[in-house]
Nanobody
């Protein structure tokens, strides 16, 4: 199983950025997909998750209303659209797969390598 996140970069405060996570080897599309992030010196934290069909989503309070998670199972890809970015959104963003709507890092079954997002003021 491989999860490959991409789309990170440098963006100004208030700007937008879209992340993608391409998956391979997940033979069962019933996996819930999630995004986490880790800022320097901090623990990895939950950002958002989406159900296998894409109809249900769940967000951390810190990003609710600004970020949107979605998935395209035909393309084996999960997305994270980030709007109205803040300096505190600066982190390495990771995609992960789980068997349910979990928010703890220990409950994730698979992890991808991260992609850096830097929000400059």
């Amino acid at each position: 199983v491989q999860l490959q996140a991409s789309g990170g970069g440098l963006v100004q405060v208030g700007g937008s950025l879209g992340l993608s996570c391409a998956t391979s080897g997940l033979t069962d599309s019933s996996y819930f997909m999630a995004w986490f992030r880790q800022a320097p010196g901090k623990e990895r934290e939950f950002v958002a998750s989406v159900s296998w069909g894409g109809s249900k989503t769940y967000y951390a309070d810190s990003v609710s209303g600004r970020f949107t998670i979605s998935r395209d199972n035909a393309k084996n890809t999960v997305y994270l659209q980030m709007n109205r970015l803040k300096p505190e959104d600066t982190a390495v963003y990771y995609c992960a797969a789980a068997s349910n709507f979990y928010t703890r890092t220990s409950d994730m079954a698979y992890w991808g390598k991260g992609t850096q997002v830097t929000v400059s003021s």
